[in-house]
């Protein structure tokens, strides 16, 4: 059983490492703060002080770092080891071109780099049910299915290096859209006097029941929906619903003299997310 590492434990990186903690191959773990390993070695894992340390120990490392430029300095420091066979997997959100670069320096010497972005926040790493958006090869992934899944509950591989990173881009992307619509939906609240409390609760209760902005996240293409398609009549009824109730709401802006660009550009654009040309 290949001994693991994790370099980075932090808000969701310490989550993350717990769930190692009885890994059989032992866990070895590095943080800039010394102190951040201390419950970790309490609990029987090995602390060392450098990247270069973890990786001449450990076969398969995990990277919650940051940023690029200290997801490429752990990167240094595990090529320093001069070790082969060494998975190094990052789990910081990077540009996935770093990904690429870090992958073709570290390949001559045999140490294989894993994109493997992490979603679901300090709440999934607790329960062990992140999900993993993963880039690299088949061999590297494969090694790096095992530990992930004390972490996670899903592991996706999306294809070579950089391919996680891509995938994680666009799942953000939805998250911190969907973060400007639910301001500018609780400024419409504000101004018509809804208590927000209560519409908070609302939003999450029945988010919870439809699956959200991610309910519409089934079609494997975004080319216009064919009228054959079987989804075309459930998305044609969504769309038609959502034009009238956004209609409705910046008819409602109107009147409280309220201003709502997302809302609008969202009108102008929710044909296009259902897959109906305008």
């Known amino acids: 059983m290949d001994a693991v590492g994790f370099i980075g434990l932090g ?55 940051r ?14 080891a001069g070790r082969s066979g060494v998975v190094v997997a990052v789990h910081s959100t990077i540009a996935p071109e770093t990904a690429e670069r870090l992958a073709e320096r570290a390949a001559p010497a045999g140490v294989a780099i894993v994109d493997a972005a992490v979603t679901g926040g300090p709440m999934g790493a607790a329960e062990g049910k992140l999900a993993v958006l993963v880039g690299g090869d088949d ?30 881009l666009a799942r953000n992307l939805v998250t911190y859209v969907s973060y400007v619509a639910v301001g500018e939906g609780l400024r419409l609240a504000e101004a018509a006097g809804v208590d927000l409390h209560r519409l908070g609760e609302v ?7 439809t699956g959200g902005p991610g309910s519409i996240a089934v079609r494997r293409t975004t080319a216009p929906l064919a009228d054959d398609d079987p989804l075309r009549p ?36 929710l044909g296009a997310a259902f897959g109906i040309p305008s």
């Not at 989550?15 to 951040?36: I, K």
């Open 139 to 168: 061999e590297a992934v494969d090694r790096c299915r095992e530990p992930f899944g004390r972490w996670a509950g899903r592991v996706e591989h999306f294809g070579p290096v950089g391919s996680g990173t891509r995938a994680k």
């Open 67 to 80: 940023d690029d430029a200290q997801v490429e300095e752990v990167v240094d420091g595990v090529l320093a």
């Open 203 to 209: 939003i999450r209760y029945s988010d919870a029941l």
């Open 234 to 269: 459930p998305f044609v009824h969504g769309y038609e619903l959502g034009e009238k109730d956004l209609h409705l709401a910046l008819a409602l802006a109107d009147e409280l003299d309220l201003d709502l660009p997302v809302t609008r550009l969202a009108l102008g654009q």
């Open 11 to 65: 808000n969701i990186g310490a989550p993350m490492a717990g769930h190692l903690v009885d890994w059989p191959g032992g866990l070895v773990v590095c943080d800039v703060r010394p102190e951040a390993c201390e419950p970790f070695v309490a609990k029987g894992a090995r602390a060392v002080a450098t990247p270069t340390e973890v990786a001449a120990e450990a076969d398969v490392i995990s990277v919650m770092v």
